[in-house]
């Protein structure tokens, strides 16, 4: 799976008119489909094999290697190319979920399986990640990413819409087993569609990244990069203050808000859905629009006025205004994510995309969740509101970070 040399392929298109990107989303759409099914049918077994408490640790299981391991798998995505890793790690999830779907259809639900395919996933993600965040700069312009991280925005509202339900339909119809068979389809899908893409080679002088000898030797070198950077190491800064901030509030906050306020599960249902429909409009004027102008002030901006609506999440009495409001958050940490996206896709060289990522990655998903007993904690011992207003000061020092760091602040994404 040799990389295809592309300096002939130089879109005059735009990224969504761009065969070649659209393969590559297809896969990306395919993939994260067939992991949302993946998950509903996992707690679903789980909870049919054991307890609550042995299902929950279950589901956590893939947590431990995915933080653990997101780093290495940087250095591995960088050393080997991303559209290489994410083939790899596809096939390998793939056979891994039919696996567990085989032996459901012939033997009653276990802990032990689901637990060695909870591992499986999150050792895998651990590498699948970084690659999937370096691969756009290998597929495309650097004028077009912006776009991609838009169209990458839709892919991910469309899994996360379509696959619950249909991991609900397969649950219901065959039980846990045909839900694992569907989400292995689902990924498998992938697998020929990425074989198709044709990706960039980097150019000689920038092939190394860094990479003289040992892996350990290569994550310094990344390390010591973003370190460096005027723009990636403030970046991170403020993605990790936003994360942080963002987590608590929207995951066990938010069942706490719906519990206290007495909407109940289908009214916390309609608030998600609220953020999700703005999260999912700013992916479509990304996709459309292409580039938004001053990427760093934006960034900044939109970051400091959705902690600010975060915090007023918690005062609104109404489901109706919260549900608005959840839309307003929505739209400003979609359009703050998908520009601290693309500014770290243009800013970073590419041989060190994949160690890029991955430090984005283990920040916003390693991390940050970490937050979230502390806040269920404060929350209990402090109420509702003291907890979102700080949630929304951390998330708001993001956005300070950004707009007071000149490098930040100024930057641009290519035209």
């Avoid at 990306?28 to 099914?37: F, K, Q, R, T």
């Avoid at 996933?121 to 991609?148: H, N, S």
């Avoid at 045909?178 to 990425?194: E, H, T, Y």
């Avoid at 996709?287 to 900044?300: E, F, H, I, K, N």
Wanted: aromatic share 6%; proline share 6%; net charge positive.
């Amino acid at each position: 799976m040799s990389e295809i040399p592309v300096e002939e392929h130089v879109p005059s298109r735009p990224a969504h008119r761009d065969p070649n990107v659209l393969r590559w989303l297809g896969a990306y759409a395919s993939s994260m489909l067939g992991d949302n099914v993946y998950y509903i049918a996992l707690s679903w077994a789980a909870v049919q094999a054991g307890s609550p408490a042995q299902a929950g640790i279950v589901m956590a299981t893939s947590a431990l290697p995915r933080a653990l391991l997101m780093l290495g798998g940087g250095v591995i995505a960088d050393r080997l190319g991303p559209r290489r890793v994410v083939i790899g790690s596809d096939a390998v999830r793939c056979a891994a979920v039919l696996a567990v779907a085989a032996l459901l259809f012939l033997t009653s639900p276990a802990l032990w399986p689901l637990a060695a395919l909870a591992l499986v996933f999150g050792t895998v993600d651990a590498v699948f990640m970084p690659a999937v965040g370096a691969l756009p700069a290998r597929i495309t312009t650097k004028d077009q990413l912006a776009r991609v991280q838009g169209m990458r925005g839709l892919a991910i509202r469309f899994a996360s819409v379509v696959g619950a339900p249909l991991g609900g339909l397969g649950v219901a119809v065959g039980g846990a087993a045909a839900a694992f068979g569907l989400a292995g389809l689902l990924i498998a899908v992938s697998v020929p569609l990425l074989l198709a893409v044709r990706v960039r080679e980097l150019p000689a002088d920038d092939r190394t990244g860094g990479q003289r000898g040992t892996a350990w030797r290569d994550l310094k070198a990344g390390l010591s990069y973003i370190r460096r950077h005027r723009v990636l190491a403030p970046l991170m800064l403020a993605v990790a203050l936003g994360d942080l901030g963002f987590v608590g509030p929207f995951n066990v906050g938010l069942t706490l808000l719906a519990d206290r306020r007495g909407w109940g599960a289908s009214g916390m249902g309609w608030v998600l859905a609220g953020f999700g429909a703005g999260a999912g409009a700013a992916s479509l004027l990304l996709t459309v629009r292409g580039r938004l102008p001053r990427a760093g002030l934006v960034a900044a901006v939109t970051i400091l006025a959705g902690s600010v609506a975060i915090g007023a999440l918690a005062f609104v009495p109404s489901l109706v205004g919260a549900v608005g409001v959840a839309l307003l958050v929505g739209l400003l940490a979609g359009l703050s994510g998908a520009m601290c996206g693309a500014l770290l896709q243009t800013q970073a060289d590419p041989a060190y995309l994949g160690r890029v990522t991955a430090v984005s990655s283990l920040v916003s998903l390693g991390l940050a969740p970490l937050g979230m007993p502390f806040a269920a904690a404060a929350i209990g011992a402090w109420g509702l509101g003291p907890v979102y207003v700080v949630s929304a000061a951390v998330c708001g020092l993001g956005g300070v970070v950004a707009l007071g760091v000149p490098g930040l602040r100024r930057a641009e994404l290519p035209r």
